[in-house]
């Protein structure tokens, strides 16, 4: 199939899901998308943890299983401090072994034992192994505690076999429940342990059989964000999720931290390659918060200790099922500011999934934003994506949103349709990705600009109109470029597209040597 052919292709909207139409564009395994398409509506996966203690935490969990259909019996309430540090020992008597108690009670869990005899050398030891798991996801309310403090007094055989600077018992919940289904003697607490799904290539072989427990969290500044990001999950698994990806790299060439900026740049490159509307800003500083960042579906940067930029406007043009991540050792030190670290301000902008880490966890056991992106594109859940992107557990790293979230999880046919009778404006989206991915294959631009010349929303979306714009431009065609920016104007964009494309319009002014025209934009 040539540029042209794969352009009128996309336009309309074949009878493939959106991951094997990502899969064959881009040269992935189409087993990739069988997996992903075999792990949609499976919510009888998950357990639904809430506070007991605490009304908020229950109404997080109720407003999550109904909406998911998830069963009652899958929702456990416990007892639990309402603080978001939890110690050591509170952890294991009042979380930890009451889900494996309630797991195994409710044959979610089956498990064997496993006798070493004594020797001279040492005692006999017993351990209980998981056999099977009808469980994948924990998912924990707002309400649950975020960390688990540091204890001093804890004294493990073989703790002094760990790096001096990962010695620490100090740990995200979310991480220390993500080994359920390992013998706690089998764990060492006092550093993190590698992720023996780090990098999976099938989704559903990321379950407790296999060494991970996926755990992430419906939390937040508020119960009520924490509810939102259900709905706003759903609405983008119903109607897709769209708009632009933005990534805020530093620039690095060289030194400790360009494993970071190396991530950032391949999460780029693969919505690039998936068609977004991809910027990647390569300078040291932070975008300015006068940025015009609009219609994020995606933003992932660094290296800020506190939110700030765009991001931290009164209104952040979050799309629904948008992910945002910033890379900062502390970004989730606590998720019910919004205003300091970033998880709960970005979460309080309108960012429909994140991660973050509680404490310190060094570059190189911070999740992989290249992988998780490449795995998103997969069809992967928010969830599987999050885990297959970290090199480690039992560590720092919480992650944030419904696990069971797929955004690329619904036939794009069906999204063609059902956009079409709700006259809905995100189908224009959907002609500016098609439009990227024939970019992407080759295909010329002059073919594609006829293309969409004759394309109705070519007249009518501001997105795609922006986008026949841009083609323009990048033919040397300035006075068309310049019309196309004009009819944007008029169709009522947001006020961050407003800015763009008043920005573009005064810089082909001052190109063509018309100062004053440019200063008038």
Same mark, same amino acid.
């Given at each position: 199939?040539?540029?042209?052919?794969?352009?009128?292709?996309?336009?309309?909207?074949?009878?493939?899901?959106?991951?094997?139409?990502?899969?064959?564009?881009?040269?992935?395994?189409?087993?990739?998308?069988?997996?992903?398409?075999?792990?949609?509506?499976?919510?009888?996966?998950?357990?639904?943890?809430?506070?007991?203690?605490?009304?908020?935490?229950?109404?997080?969990?109720?407003?999550?299983?109904?909406?998911?259909?998830?069963?009652?019996?899958?929702?456990?309430?416990?007892?639990?401090?309402?603080?978001?540090?939890?110690?050591?020992?509170?952890?294991?008597?009042?979380?930890?072994?009451?889900?494996?108690?309630?797991?195994?009670?409710?044959?979610?869990?089956?498990?064997?034992?496993?006798?070493?005899?004594?020797?001279?050398?040492?005692?006999?030891?017993?351990?209980?192994?998981?056999?099977?798991?009808?469980?994948?996801?924990?998912?924990?309310?707002?309400?649950?505690?975020?960390?688990?403090?540091?204890?001093?007094?804890?004294?493990?055989?073989?703790?002094?076999?760990?790096?001096?600077?990962?010695?620490?018992?100090?740990?995200?919940?979310?991480?220390?429940?993500?080994?359920?289904?390992?013998?706690?003697?089998?764990?060492?607490?006092?550093?993190?342990?590698?992720?023996?799904?780090?990098?999976?290539?099938?989704?559903?072989?990321?379950?407790?059989?296999?060494?991970?427990?996926?755990?992430?969290?419906?939390?937040?500044?508020?119960?009520?964000?924490?509810?939102?990001?259900?709905?706003?999950?759903?609405?983008?698994?119903?109607?897709?999720?769209?708009?632009?990806?933005?990534?805020?790299?530093?620039?690095?060439?060289?030194?400790?931290?360009?494993?970071?900026?190396?991530?950032?740049?391949?999460?780029?490159?693969?919505?690039?390659?998936?068609?977004?509307?991809?910027?990647?800003?390569?300078?040291?500083?932070?975008?300015?918060?006068?940025?015009?960042?609009?219609?994020?579906? /995606?933003? @992932? $940067?660094?290296? *800020?200790?506190? =939110? %700030?930029?765009? #991001?931290?406007?009164?209104?952040?043009?979050?799309?629904?099922?948008?992910?945002?991540?910033?890379?900062?050792?502390?970004?989730?030190?606590?998720?019910?500011?919004?205003?300091?670290?970033?998880?709960?301000?970005?979460?309080?902008?309108?960012?429909?999934?994140?991660?973050?880490?509680?404490?310190?966890?060094?570059?190189?056991?911070?999740?992989?934003?290249?992988?998780?992106?490449?795995?998103?594109?997969?069809? /992967?859940? @928010? $969830?599987?994506? *999050?885990?297959? =992107? %970290?090199?480690? #557990?039992?560590?720092?790293?919480?992650?944030?949103?419904?696990?069971?979230?797929?955004?690329?999880?619904?036939?794009?046919?069906?999204?063609?349709?059902?956009?079409?009778?709700?006259?809905?404006?995100?189908?224009?989206?959907?002609?500016?990705?098609?439009?990227?991915?024939?970019?992407?294959?080759?295909?010329?631009?002059?073919?594609?600009?006829?293309?969409?010349?004759?394309?109705?929303?070519?007249?009518?979306?501001?997105?795609?109109?922006?986008?026949?714009?841009?083609?323009?431009?990048?033919?040397?065609?300035?006075?068309?470029?310049?019309?196309?920016?004009?009819?944007?104007?008029?169709?009522?964009?947001?006020?961050?597209?407003?800015?763009?494309?008043?920005?573009?319009?005064?810089?082909?002014?001052?190109?063509?040597?018309?100062?004053?025209?440019?200063?008038?934009?």
């Amino acid at each position: 199939m040539n540029g042209l052919d794969r352009m009128r292709w996309l336009m309309k909207m074949p009878m493939l899901s959106w991951m094997v139409m990502l899969c064959a564009l881009m040269s992935l395994s189409v087993t990739h998308a069988e997996d992903a398409v075999a792990s949609l509506g499976r919510e009888t996966s998950a357990l639904v943890i809430y506070n007991a203690d605490m009304p908020a935490s229950k109404k997080v969990a109720e407003h999550y299983s109904q909406l998911r259909g998830i069963p009652q019996q899958h929702l456990l309430g416990l007892s639990l401090s309402q603080e978001e540090s939890i110690s050591r020992e509170d952890f294991k008597t009042s979380l930890y072994e009451p889900i494996f108690a309630y797991l195994k009670k409710n044959d979610f869990f089956d498990t064997e034992y496993e006798i070493i005899p004594a020797t001279r050398e040492r005692p006999g030891i017993v351990y209980e192994n998981l056999k099977t798991s009808t469980i994948r996801y924990l998912v924990l309310c707002y309400g649950i505690p975020l960390k688990i403090s540091e204890d001093p007094t804890l004294e493990e055989r073989g703790a002094e076999s760990v790096r001096i600077e990962l010695r620490k018992n100090r740990a995200a919940v979310d991480h220390e429940l993500a080994w359920m289904g390992r013998d706690p003697k089998r764990v060492l607490l006092s550093g993190p342990f590698e992720n023996p799904l780090y990098h999976a290539t099938r989704s559903m072989d990321i379950k407790p059989e296999n060494g991970v427990m996926m755990v992430a969290r419906l939390d937040g500044p508020s119960p009520e964000i924490a509810m939102r990001l259900v709905d706003q999950a759903m609405e983008a698994e119903r109607e897709g999720l769209w708009g632009r990806a933005y990534f805020d790299s530093r620039g690095l060439q060289t030194g400790p931290y360009l494993q970071g900026d190396q991530w950032i740049r391949g999460a780029a490159e693969w919505a690039r390659k998936a068609g977004f509307e991809t910027i990647l800003d390569d300078q040291p500083e932070l975008m300015e918060s006068g940025y015009p960042m609009s219609d994020i579906a /995606f933003y @992932f $940067g660094w290296y *800020a200790e506190n =939110a %700030q930029g765009p #991001l931290t406007r009164e209104s952040v043009p979050f799309m629904p099922g948008a992910i945002a991540y910033h890379l900062h050792s502390y970004s989730a030190a606590t998720l019910r500011s919004t205003e300091r670290h970033w998880v709960g301000p970005l979460l309080h902008a309108g960012a429909t999934a994140t991660m973050g880490c509680v404490d310190e966890p060094y570059l190189g056991a911070t999740p992989e934003l290249d992988v998780f992106m490449e795995k998103i594109l997969m069809g /992967f859940s @928010f $969830g599987e994506a *999050a885990y297959a =992107a %970290q090199r480690v #557990l039992s560590w720092q790293t919480t992650v944030v949103g419904d696990p069971l979230y797929h955004p690329l999880g619904k036939p794009i046919q069906w999204l063609q349709e059902e956009l079409t009778q709700a006259r809905s404006p995100k189908l224009g989206w959907l002609r500016v990705l098609a439009t990227n991915q024939a970019l992407q294959q080759g295909t010329e631009r002059a073919t594609l600009i006829q293309l969409l010349e004759k394309e109705t929303l070519s007249q009518t979306h501001p997105a795609v109109c922006e986008k026949l714009a841009d083609l323009y431009l990048s033919v040397n065609r300035t006075e068309e470029a310049k019309a196309s920016y004009e009819r944007a104007l008029l169709l009522k964009p947001s006020r961050d597209q407003q800015n763009r494309l008043l920005l573009n319009l005064a810089q082909l002014e001052q190109q063509a040597g018309n100062w004053k025209g440019a200063l008038d934009r």
